[in-house]
């Protein structure tokens, strides 16, 4: 079954003030929008990309939440769209959306241990990555819990204050650094350009 903009917008704010902040929805909400705007201006660049969808994928990719916990909110956001009998094109971002280079290692954090959850081990290593995949990936390191944009190293410094630094941090950093250079490229331009407010967030 497919999920519309609209279908994903409605889920977030049906789980408003049902856990102790709201505030993984307004960065879900703010993800998708800034996908969007991204996807847009690829689209604009003559690549191929499903605008809609993208924002979709940002609205629900951190789904699992709706618990109240972090921990373990991938697998719960998987779960929760697989029930709910969406498609794998849908469900699979709550999955991916926060493991880099196809590597369950390249992550914020903290280090898991692969062995916790084979299924997702695997799956992340398998998994072929699609655009509009790899823009969420992007727009989850850009957009801090709340409606702001962040640039990158503002966001990655956000994180690692409030969770600390790990002995995978700098290699999250590094490809996090190549997936922007890698949107900057297809677009021409730095993708910055397309937030004029992101100065304000320095």
Not at 38 to 65: P, R, S
Not at 73 to 97: A, P
Not at 105 to 121: H, K, M, Q, Y
Request: hydrophobic letters at 30%; charged letters at 25%; proline letters at 2%.
């Amino acid at each position: 079954m497919k999920l519309t903009v609209e279908q994903a917008l409605q889920m977030l704010e049906n789980f408003r003030g049902t856990t102790q902040s709201d505030r993984w929805i307004d960065h879900c909400i703010c993800v998708g929008d800034t996908a969007g705007k991204i996807a847009q201006a690829l689209n604009e660049k003559g690549h191929n990309v499903n605008i809609n969808k993208t924002i979709t994928l940002g609205y629900v990719h951190d789904i699992g939440k709706y618990t109240g916990k972090s921990h373990g909110h991938v697998m719960k956001g998987y779960e929760y769209l697989k029930e709910q009998e969406y498609d794998d094109e849908y469900c699979n971002i709550c999955l991916t959306h926060s493991y880099l280079n196809n590597d369950i290692i390249c992550t914020a954090g903290g280090v898991p241990d692969p062995n916790e959850n084979p299924f997702l081990t695997e799956f992340i290593k398998n998994h072929e990555y699609t655009m509009e995949e790899k823009i969420i990936n992007l727009c989850d390191l850009m957009c801090p819990q709340g409606e702001k944009v962040f640039t990158i190293d503002k966001r990655l410094i956000d994180i690692m204050i409030r969770r600390g630094a790990y002995s995978n941090t700098q290699y999250h950093i590094k490809e996090t650094y190549k997936l922007k250079e890698y949107f900057d490229s297809l677009l021409g331009y730095n993708l910055y350009d397309l937030f004029p407010k992101i100065k304000e967030n320095l």
